[in-house]
């Protein structure tokens, strides 16, 4: 199974602050996604990301979320005034390069506490 | 209902029973994928099975696909305390051609050893 890092594990921010999530692929990835899961609840969909270009987003997806992978290997996703409702575990998936199926696999996470 | 809902939402045995989740959803897909959940952590692949299988295999894992009912069933044998965890099924949507995963409320396994 492809090994996918993100850091940090657990985010505390103040409402109303920036925060970045990192996402680290130890491979050569083309398909990157985000995903959250508030406590208790579903996990959804947020963001997709194609060869250096958003792909698809939903519509939580708004302007306060944005993506980017700007190194070549990092991929992260910034919430650029957070707010309480965004506290909730974050989550990159990725599709192996040359994967034969589309199966996704998913970091660990982030668990994004705004107080 | 929503996409990828699974059934039941709790389930508690004994080591060594079998354990059945089902999941139903909504559109065509191409693919359905079971995650596998421990309170807290990340999700962990199971398996995946296309639209066009019927049935798939993985160690203790037996999972269905029943596309003229839009449902799915994953049945862990043998169950032990081990396989206490939160289990999802997810679709991806074969209309939009989109890969993002939708995915269900999930089904709490509880093994009792």
């Known amino acids: 199974e492809p090994e996918v890092t993100q850091t940090p594990s657990h985010q505390v921010t103040q409402m109303g602050q920036e925060v970045i999530l990192r996402c680290v692929p130890i491979?050569?990835?083309?398909?990157f996604y985000w995903y959250r899961q508030i406590l208790g609840q579903k996990v959804e969909f947020l963001v997709s990301?194609?060869?250096?270009?958003?792909?698809?987003k939903s519509e939580i997806f708004d302007d306060q979320f944005s993506v980017e992978r700007p190194d070549g290997s990092n991929f992260t996703l910034k919430i650029r005034s957070t707010k309480l409702e965004d506290s909730a575990m974050y989550f990159c998936?990725?599709?192996?390069?040359?994967?034969?199926?589309?199966?996704?696999?998913f970091g660990p996470g982030t668990r994004l506490t705004v107080l | 209902s929503q996409q990828g809902e699974e059934d039941p939402q709790a389930l508690s045995i004994q080591e060594g029973e079998n354990a059945t989740m089902n999941c139903s959803y909504k559109?065509?897909?191409?693919?359905l994928q079971w995650y596998r959940q421990n309170s807290g952590r990340g999700l962990v692949h199971l398996i995946l099975?296309?639209?066009?299988?019927r049935e798939k295999h993985s160690g203790r894992l037996r999972v269905t696909l029943d596309t003229s009912k839009k449902s799915s069933s994953l049945l862990i044998t043998a169950s032990r305390a081990a396989d206490t965890a939160s289990y999802f099924c997810?679709?991806?949507?074969?209309?939009?051609?989109?890969?993002?995963?939708?995915f269900g409320s999930g089904t709490r396994l509880q093994v009792q050893p």
């Open positions: 099975i296309r639209s066009n299988e």
């Open positions: 997810a679709t991806d949507a074969m209309d939009t051609g989109r890969r993002a995963l939708t």
């Open positions: 998936a990725i599709i192996p390069p040359a994967a034969s199926t589309d199966t996704q696999y």
């Open positions: 559109t065509s897909i191409n693919n």
């Open positions: 491979s050569n990835h083309l398909y």
């Open positions: 990301f194609y060869n250096n270009e958003i792909s698809e």
